[in-house]
């Protein structure tokens, strides 16, 4: 399973490119240096690091994600749960719904996503 922890700079930075992408990386340099204040070489320093690891790609100056923002949330969700309820939803479920009352329409909103997650069994 790849890393795709994120470091708080990191994450803003790519932000910025799913906001913007597909984005040329010269347009990225003045959107980081306007958002983060950060000099062209940090700009490119970052998304090197970032390509590496396989969370972004930079083609003919073109930048573009590789793991879009919903299916990186997605991972640190399954992550956090894995890491703090030993992979457990009930238990997080149990544990959140203890400390915020779930309103009718998120309970509603989870019984359609169980149920559809029977009817694709």
């Known amino acids: 399973m790849k890393d795709y922890r994120l470091a708080e700079q990191e994450m803003r930075f790519t932000e910025i490119v799913w906001a913007n992408e597909p984005i040329k990386s010269s347009d990225l340099v003045v959107l980081a240096e306007e958002e983060l204040s950060w000099k062209k070489s940090t700009t490119y320093t970052v998304l090197k690091k970032l390509c590496n690891r396989g969370i972004l790609q930079n083609k003919d100056t073109i930048v573009t994600s590789l793991i879009s923002k919903k299916e990186y949330f997605a991972h640190k969700s399954v992550e956090f749960v894995e ?13 959140f719904s ?3 009352k779930l309103t009718e329409e998120e309970v509603l909103s989870l019984r359609r996503l169980i149920d559809n997650y029977e009817e694709e069994e």
């Not at 703090?84 to 939803?89: E, R």
Request: hydrophobic share 40%; net charge positive.
């Open 98 to 100: 203890r400390k915020k």
């Open 83 to 95: 890491d703090t309820f030993s992979g457990s939803l009930p238990a997080f479920l149990s544990a």
